[in-house]
Every structure is written in structure tokens, then in C-alpha cells.
């Protein structure tokens, strides 16, 4: 899948290095056999790597970006149901 389609299926005020460090990480749990996971692991996993290993202090992640994010990857990796959500209250209005 080209760059230009992973940044087309970003969640809305997510940042691109985010969605891509998410993708990359969650990519690597389905690999390892696992089909259901927690978002919020993985991205402690991404700000862990980026603030301790990397020494990127500045770096951001939002926790509000969660469910955006899972469902988003879960559209862009036809893989429903490996990450939990609950119901989107805009969808129920």
C-alpha cells in the first residue's frame, strides 16, 4: 500500500508520524499470530519508544486519539474486531 493511502485512511488531527508509527507496531502484533489486541498498548509502546529509547522528549500522543485510530486501522487493514471500540455516540444520533 502506497504512502499517499496510509495518509488518506489518518483519523482527522492525528499526526502522519503517529499514524504510521501505529500502523507499523500494530502490523507487527497481527504478524506475531495475535488476532485481537489493546490500541492503548500499543500506543504506550510508541511513546515509550519515542520519549525513552529515542530520546524524544517533545514527543505527543494524545490519548483522545485512541479510538480514532483503531478504527481507522481496522478500515485500513480490512481486520474488524481486532481492536475492542465501543459505540460512537455521533453514530447513534
Not at 525513552?52 to 517533545?58: L, P, Q, T
Given at each position: 500500500m502506497?504512502?499517499?493511502?496510509?495518509?488518506t485512511h489518518c483519523p482527522q488531527g492525528v499526526p502522519e508520524d503517529v499514524w504510521n508509527l501505529f500502523?507499523?507496531?500494530?502490523?507487527?502484533?497481527?504478524?506475531?499470530g495475535r488476532d485481537h489486541y489493546g490500541a492503548r498498548t500499543i500506543l504506550e509502546v510508541i511513546?515509550?519508544?519515542q520519549v525513552i529509547d529515542a530520546g524524544n522528549r517533545d514527543f505527543i500522543i494524545n490519548n483522545n486519539w485512541q479510538a480514532?485510530?483503531?478504527?481507522a486501522y481496522m478500515k485500513l487493514r480490512n481486520c474488524p474486531g481486532f481492536f475492542e471500540t465501543r459505540g460512537n455516540h455521533s453514530e447513534a444520533a
Amino acid at each position: 500500500m502506497s504512502q499517499l493511502s496510509l495518509f488518506t485512511h489518518c483519523p482527522q488531527g492525528v499526526p502522519e508520524d503517529v499514524w504510521n508509527l501505529f500502523i507499523r507496531e500494530a502490523d507487527k502484533v497481527r504478524a506475531s499470530g495475535r488476532d485481537h489486541y489493546g490500541a492503548r498498548t500499543i500506543l504506550e509502546v510508541i511513546r515509550h519508544n519515542q520519549v525513552i529509547d529515542a530520546g524524544n522528549r517533545d514527543f505527543i500522543i494524545n490519548n483522545n486519539w485512541q479510538a480514532a485510530i483503531a478504527r481507522a486501522y481496522m478500515k485500513l487493514r480490512n481486520c474488524p474486531g481486532f481492536f475492542e471500540t465501543r459505540g460512537n455516540h455521533s453514530e447513534a444520533a
